[in-house]
């Protein structure tokens, strides 16, 4: 095993970690909808919220990273470039996660001055990290990009995948640098602020896990590399075609002219167009392969995957992402729906599948089955649909007590969030947060005692 | 066939991504300037020296801000330079407390507490606030609640204690009125201000 | 005419996508599998993606430009599913030759 790769088995040790510490503060942020007053004045909704957002982003990230690690050696044939440093910066980014969350915990926030944003909590959503470890992560991802680039050129060789993983490093990295900035105009800051988080989540994340996926697919089915990349690029194509202006969506209500409105709900309106594509060649080769391979869960959240992603991103994303709804479902839970849905199908899953992948060539498993992924598999689906399906129900009532009939005041909000269906939805999602959690704990028992197992009859394998 | 060759495919991402991204270019530029402040769409800090209402526009079918003529914060006519360093102030407390991770701005962040796009205009502030906290103004009443929010206890959910001194809750009251004069399009949909209740 | 409110207007639009997502899943195992059943159900659903697009415009408050979008998108959905399976074969078959 390269040297890359045992790197890349710790990235993904910290994935799965901060994955657990994400469902955790999830399921505190859950009870203090349900429990008036839960933690109040000690870690209060907006820290726990942070902790579920934060560990989220970083989770994924770390995912990414492993993923790439673990395929780019076998890419180009050789150890990547400057692989200790990337070590030495894993550990880094672990300390300073470690220390971020613990200011989060302990300190909290601080007052309205500069020191506050360098080193206690910056108070943008999703980028609440301090800027210190806020440079940090642009150091990381320097280094990560540092790594792919220069392993690219000492291999003298730019296969169609690195091509296009190359050209997404970039905006990855420069798009972060907003990260930094505290801008007073809340337009402005808004304006800025979305293009961090829509162009990395619907452009650069879309075409990193599209490469990743590329690489999957050669692995786990024995796909062709010739047809891998021309349908990597066909999506690159699709998403960014789309996805780009897709953003519009999100300059909708925040002061932005209004031809916001045409060109954010036109181009929203077609990113669901992708997926199905993307569901379509899932069928194709799971069928054509007949599902047989020697790693089934990371066949099957390689599926969950594209199913995922066209309920969470196509499904629920259509149902809000025309203007004259949008209205009124903007700033909800059905929202909150959508944002579960989408995240989970569009990168969780895959980066789940890729772990099962990594995890069978390290531990050098024959035949990756068994019952125990299929319990963690189906907790974790069915927990996530039950959570996104409740929250719709919650949204739905918000939006038409909150703002449809009750003009969006204070005590509109007061009344939708008093509903009897939000209240219910809402009761709902932690009960189904709780199953989802339950699944967790399987997956990760899961992947921990892969391959430690007593072996499978020899019978049963089929060859590798 | 010319579809199976992935070099077309390949030019047909390259030239997607660089059109969508010199349209989104153009377009940002464009924004930009209307959502400077004095921009089209977003009045200067000094508003907050003038009545903001916000109010049903038949001819746009939707409801805009419309602002008046003086009404004074905190008693006091703010100089361009004055409203700045408030409207400094304010975003720095909005943000080092954390407020997007219960509220939401133009409908943007957590979704535990109300949106405060409009929240200078609520109805709430004279109906309850005031006799609540014994305030004679909206603006007194609102720092009293942001200073001791634990003490006006209004609902199930509570807003904790952020430590806000009073010149970070005047900041953030500043900042909320020049906030509600934005035109958002729209949004919040079918608020009634104090005025129009 | 009932006209829906945007609760309602949302719910058809994600039934919609719905539909659009149960043809492309049916037509592609039609496909795989080879048989006139899978095609048929395939084509219901499309059948009812029309009936919700046909309520889309009867009954909801959109405007009239995102109708179009709506009965566009629509057509579109009945052409994708069958470009992208031969489109995956055209590729595949191509990768055999040697």
């Known amino acids: 095993m390269y040297k890359s790769q045992q790197v890349a088995l710790k990235y993904f040790a910290a994935a799965i970690v901060l994955f657990g510490i994400m469902v955790v503060a999830g399921l505190l942020a859950a009870t203090q909808y349900v429990h008036n007053g839960f933690l109040l004045n000690q870690l209060d909704f907006s820290i726990t919220k942070i902790l579920h957002i934060d560990t989220m982003i970083l989770w994924l990230l770390m995912g990414f990273m492993g993923s790439i690690y673990w395929f780019l050696p076998g890419e180009l044939n050789r150890e990547t470039e400057g692989i200790k440093l990337a070590e030495i910066m894993f550990y880094i980014l672990c300390g300073a996660i470690a220390i971020v969350a613990l200011v989060f915990i302990v300190v909290q926030y601080g007052g309205a001055n500069e020191f506050s944003m360098w080193f206690i909590n910056q108070g943008r959503k999703y980028v609440e990290a301090p800027r210190w470890a806020a440079i940090g992560i642009v150091l990381v991802v320097a280094v990560f990009c540092y790594n792919i680039i220069a392993t690219t050129i000492k291999a003298k060789k730019v296969t169609g995948i690195m091509g296009v993983l190359i050209v997404d490093l970039l905006p990855l990295f420069a798009l972060y640098l907003i990260a930094f900035a505290s801008i007073t105009n809340m337009s402005e800051d808004l304006f800025w602020w979305w293009w961090l988080v829509h162009l990395w989540v619907e452009g650069t994340w879309e075409v990193l896990i599209g490469c990743i996926m590329a690489f999957s697919l050669m692995q786990l089915l024995g796909t062709e590399r010739r047809i891998v990349e021309t349908w990597l690029y066909i999506e690159v194509a699709l998403v960014l075609g789309t996805g780009i202006l897709g953003l519009g969506h999100h300059y909708f209500w925040i002061g932005t002219p209004g031809y916001w409105l045409a060109i954010g709900g036109l181009f929203s309106a077609l990113e669901p167009l992708p997926l199905l594509g993307m569901v379509v060649h899932a069928v194709y080769d799971a069928g054509t392969h007949r599902m047989k391979t020697t790693n089934k869960p990371a066949l099957y959240w390689m599926m969950a995957e594209a199913f995922g992603n066209f309920l969470g991103g196509g499904v629920f994303g259509f149902m809000m992402t025309l203007p004259q709804i949008n209205l009124f479902s903007h700033g909800t839970q059905w929202t909150v729906s959508h944002g579960h849905f989408a995240f989970w199908g569009a990168y969780a899953c895959g980066i789940l599948s890729v772990i099962y992948l990594a995890l069978q060539k390290a531990r050098e498993i024959a035949e990756v089955n068994g019952g125990r992924w299929k319990w963690g598999f189906a907790l974790l689906n069915l927990g996530m649909v039950g959570m996104v399906g409740a929250l719709l129900i919650s949204g739905i009532a918000q939006a038409f007590y909150e703002r449809a009939i009750g003009g969006s005041t204070l005590q509109a909000f007061i009344e939708g969030q008093s509903n009897m269906w939000f209240v219910q939805g809402i009761n709902a999602r932690l009960i189904f947060g709780v199953m989802f959690a339950l699944g967790y704990g399987v997956l990760v028992y899961d992947l921990l005692t892969l391959g430690k197992r007593k072996a499978v009859q020899p019978a049963l394998l089929r060859p590798a | 066939m010319i579809t199976q060759d992935p070099s077309f495919w390949r030019a047909g991402a390259i030239s997607s991504t660089v059109v969508m991204s010199i349209v989104l270019i153009f377009l940002t530029v464009d924004s930009l300037s209307a959502i400077a402040p004095g921009g089209r769409n977003v009045p200067r800090y000094t508003v907050i020296n003038q009545a903001i209402d916000y109010q049903f526009d038949a001819a746009r079918n939707r409801s805009v801000p419309v602002i008046g003529g003086e009404q004074l914060l905190f008693g006091r006519k703010y100089s361009e330079k004055e409203a700045q360093a408030l409207m400094d102030k304010g975003k720095l407390t909005i943000q080092s407390r954390a407020c997007i991770d219960c509220h939401t701005f133009f409908g943007n962040g957590a979704y535990y507490a109300p949106d405060l796009t409009k929240a200078w205009l609520d109805p709430v502030w004279k109906q309850m606030w005031m006799p609540m906290t014994q305030s004679n103004t909206r603006e007194e009443a609102m720092v009293k609640f942001l200073m001791d929010p634990d003490k006006y206890p209004t609902w199930g959910r509570q807003m904790p204690n952020l430590r806000i001194t009073r010149v970070e809750a005047e900041a953030i009251v500043g900042y909320l009125k020049w906030m509600s004069s934005i035109d958002a399009n729209g949004f919040p949909f079918g608020f009634k201000t104090a005025e129009t209740q | ?98």
């Open chain 3, 1 to 98: 005419m009932m006209e829906l409110g945007p609760i309602g207007t949302a719910l058809l639009l994600g039934i919609f996508v719905l539909f659009a997502g149960c043809y492309g899943l049916l037509y592609a195992i039609a496909r795989l599998k080879e048989r006139s059943t899978w095609m048929n159900a395939a084509y219901a659903c499309y059948a009812l993606q029309v009936v919700v697009t046909l309520l889309i415009v009867a009954l909801t408050p959109l405007t009239l430009g995102w109708q179009l979008l709506v009965i566009v998108s629509c057509l579109a959905y009945f052409k994708l599913p069958a470009i992208a399976w031969s489109h995956l074969e055209l590729t595949h078959s191509k990768a055999e030759v040697p």
